[in-house]
């Protein structure tokens, strides 16, 4: 098995190729005690069995587009997962059942789906990161998330020694989350996607995305078209990584949507009468949903907001914490904790970021 550290990726201005801001697209984070890369799902299980031999800490990092490593960085083994592959390996009246390695760049695959002539994933375009991180957070965007097309994660059970399929059901899945997100006791091998055998997006079902492609909510148009859509979306909000423009130096969207109870929302709506209403969206159970970029903006926090060496909120989106180059984790962190405490005196909700905070914490 081959050192990464061999053949780095391109570090950008203020990475260092030694660091794990090197494998991280916020381009933070501090050394490793190891670092070795798996090409293969067979050198994923091994590293790790051979690991826990020895009783020593390992880090699982491939995309590095969902994660916050500390300023200490982790002094175990990191061990940097770069398998590949795409089959289509069943067809039946539910559509195509489409396998992934869990290395294989996400955009690429969505990409590749629609060449297929499959669709499902195309509202998920432009997110950075791994095929393989997808279930572990069950991604979403513009009315699309990962576990309503997932069928199966393969995965390497780290506390019983053995490689397992396990279904839908079994994986949890959560807004923003799922029974993989906080736990290293599995390791995301493949992923099996069950997919719609057709050039026709899945319905458009996210109202700024229907809106830009002229349609109403519930309609459908050429998958393809609704890809082209969510990448200039995305584009226009600083969300697909352009080594030019510090804006994409983050993890995306740093926290998630508040969803609150029929009486938290009520105390909320008691501290609006400045404000007016604020958008929201009807949740499972009678809860709702409100937008944490809107309880920013009204709390103060506007895009652009600068904190200390060098980080700030992106200049195209408010849920984005950004790296401007210099920056340190530990004032992102400082920034997030600023941000969480102004909207939570303001209007009484308590923020709570969306990626993997690794040996730091907010």
Same mark, same amino acid.
């Given at each position: 098995?081959?050192?990464?550290?061999?053949?780095?990726? /391109?570090?950008?201005?203020?990475?260092?190729?030694?660091?794990?801001?090197?494998?991280?697209?916020?381009?933070?984070?501090?050394?490793?005690? /190891?670092?070795?890369?798996?090409?293969?799902?067979?050198?994923?299980?091994?590293? &790790?069995?051979?690991?826990?031999?020895?009783?020593?800490?390992?880090?699982?990092?491939?995309?590095?587009? $969902?994660?916050?490593?500390?300023?200490?960085?982790?002094?175990?083994?990191?061990?940097?997962?770069?398998?590949?592959?795409?089959?289509?390996?069943?067809?039946?009246?539910?559509? /195509?059942? %489409?396998?992934?390695?869990?290395?294989?760049?996400?955009?690429?695959? %969505?990409?590749?789906?629609?060449?297929?002539?499959?669709?499902?994933?195309?509202?998920?375009?432009?997110?950075?990161?791994?095929?393989?991180?997808?279930?572990?957070?069950?991604?979403?965007?513009?009315?699309?998330?990962?576990?309503?097309?997932?069928?199966?994660?393969?995965?390497?059970?780290?506390?019983?020694?053995?490689?397992?399929?396990?279904?839908?059901?079994?994986?949890?899945? /959560?807004?923003?989350?799922?029974?993989?997100?906080? $736990?290293?006791?599995?390791?995301?091998?493949? %992923?099996?996607?069950?997919?719609?055998?057709?050039?026709?997006?899945?319905?458009?079902?996210?109202?700024?995305?229907?809106?830009?492609?002229?349609?109403?909510?519930?309609?459908?148009?050429?998958?393809?078209?609704?890809?082209?859509?969510?990448?200039?979306?995305?584009?226009?909000?600083?969300?697909?990584?352009?080594?030019?423009?510090?804006?994409?130096?983050?993890?995306?969207?740093?926290?998630?949507?508040?969803?609150?109870?029929?009486?938290?929302?009520?105390?909320?709506?008691?501290?609006?009468?400045? @404000?007016?209403?604020?958008?929201?969206?009807?949740?499972? $159970?009678?809860?709702?949903?409100?937008?944490?970029?809107?309880?920013?903006?009204?709390?103060?926090?506007?895009?652009?907001?600068?904190?200390?060496?060098?980080?700030?909120?992106?200049?195209?989106?408010?849920?984005?914490?950004?790296?401007?180059?210099?920056?340190?984790?530990?004032?992102? @962190?400082?920034?997030?904790?600023?941000?969480?405490?102004?909207?939570?005196?303001?209007?009484?909700?308590? &923020?709570?970021?969306?990626?993997?905070?690794?040996?730091?914490?907010?």
């Amino acid at each position: 098995m081959p050192d990464v550290s061999a053949d780095p990726p /391109a570090a950008a201005p203020g990475a260092h190729a030694s660091s794990l801001a090197a494998y991280t697209t916020l381009r933070l984070g501090g050394p490793a005690g /190891a670092l070795t890369v798996a090409t293969e799902t067979d050198e994923v299980v091994e590293t &790790l069995r051979a690991v826990a031999r020895k009783g020593e800490d390992v880090l699982v990092l491939s995309g590095g587009s $969902n994660v916050v490593i500390g300023d200490e960085g982790f002094p175990g083994t990191v061990l940097l997962v770069r398998t590949r592959g795409i089959e289509v390996i069943d067809r039946d009246a539910r559509g /195509a059942l %489409v396998r992934v390695a869990a290395g294989e760049p996400w955009d690429d695959f %969505v990409a590749d789906t629609l060449v297929r002539g499959l669709s499902g994933l195309e509202a998920l375009s432009g997110i950075p990161g791994s095929a393989g991180a997808t279930p572990i957070q069950n991604v979403g965007a513009y009315g699309q998330e990962v576990a309503r097309t997932i069928e199966a994660v393969h995965v390497y059970d780290r506390a019983d020694d053995q490689v397992k399929v396990m279904s839908l059901p079994e994986c949890g899945f /959560a807004y923003r989350s799922s029974v993989f997100k906080h $736990n290293d006791r599995w390791a995301v091998l493949h %992923v099996d996607f069950r997919l719609a055998e057709s050039a026709e997006s899945a319905p458009v079902k996210y109202a700024e995305l229907a809106r830009h492609l002229g349609v109403e909510a519930g309609e459908r148009v050429a998958a393809d078209r609704v890809r082209e859509t969510v990448l200039k979306l995305r584009a226009s909000k600083g969300m697909v990584l352009d080594a030019e423009d510090p804006d994409t130096r983050s993890v995306g969207s740093f926290f998630t949507n508040p969803v609150l109870s029929a009486q938290e929302w009520a105390a909320v709506q008691d501290r609006l009468v400045d @404000l007016g209403e604020p958008p929201s969206w009807p949740a499972p $159970n009678g809860t709702v949903k409100v937008p944490a970029a809107w309880l920013i903006e009204k709390a103060g926090f506007g895009k652009g907001y600068a904190g200390r060496d060098g980080v700030a909120i992106s200049s195209k989106h408010t849920l984005a914490l950004t790296n401007r180059g210099g920056g340190t984790t530990e004032a992102l @962190l400082d920034l997030a904790r600023e941000i969480r405490n102004g909207v939570r005196d303001r209007f009484g909700v308590v &923020l709570h970021p969306e990626p993997v905070l690794v040996r730091c914490a907010l």
